[in-house]
């Protein structure tokens, strides 16, 4: 993965991971009491965000389990962190080799990139399919600004969408067929 275009993550769609991303999914998920044995989580979107370095993947999937939306944000890296904390696991990826797999929301390059994409009032980026040559828009488009300098987070559970975006947060809208629209990520507040 590089940093080549600012405004598209270089994806290897037709590569074996072993395991693979449902695996994460479902890891974080149970740290998270989000998931019952017997539930099947289904993939609804997924967005992601730039590594200005190119060196970490950043990606969160909107998910729906047993009737609820989640999103479980993951970052993979191609060495671990010094903090093991968020370590949901590691992943033999055909292309790339040992990624390590961790949430998101320990990861400081993910706050570091979530930051500025909010800040700037920015979209997703697209995915350039390396193994076919395209360019897959991004999934899910963003509206609503936080004010820069402010922490933010991404919601674990998203927040129903009210129509009017509120200060502070981030609205996420996606789907073709049936458009579905939650508060995907808000100003952090102090706790």
């Given amino acids: 993965m590089s940093a080549k275009n600012a405004h598209v993550a270089e994806v290897y769609t037709q590569a074996r991971l072993d395991p693979g991303k449902e695996f994460f999914h479902r890891r974080f998920l149970e740290r ?20 200005p370095e190119g060196r970490v993947g950043m990606e969160v999937a909107v998910l729906e389990v047993a009737g ?8 993979y890296r191609p060495e671990p962190l010094p903090d093991s904390a968020g370590l949901l696991g590691e992943m033999s990826h055909s292309v790339l080799g040992t990624r390590y797999i961790y949430d998101a929301r320990r990861d400081p390059a993910f706050r570091a ?27 899910v488009e963003f509206r609503g600004v936080v004010e820069g300098g402010q922490p933010v987070e991404v919601l674990v ?24 629209s939650a508060v995907l990520i808000r100003s952090q507040v102090p706790r």
């Fill in 157 to 180: 559970v998203p927040e129903e969408d009210r129509g009017a975006v509120d200060p502070g947060v981030v609205v996420g809208t996606w789907g073709v067929v049936q458009r579905r």
């Fill in 68 to 75: 609820s939306l989640v999103q479980v944000p993951l970052t």
């Fill in 113 to 139: 990139a979530l930051a500025a994409l909010v800040a700037s009032g920015g979209q997703p980026v697209a995915k350039q399919d390396l193994d076919a040559g395209t360019l897959l828009p991004p999934q």
């Fill in 32 to 51: 998270e009491g989000k998931i019952n044995p017997d539930d099947n989580p289904v993939v609804l979107a997924s967005w992601r965000l730039l590594d």
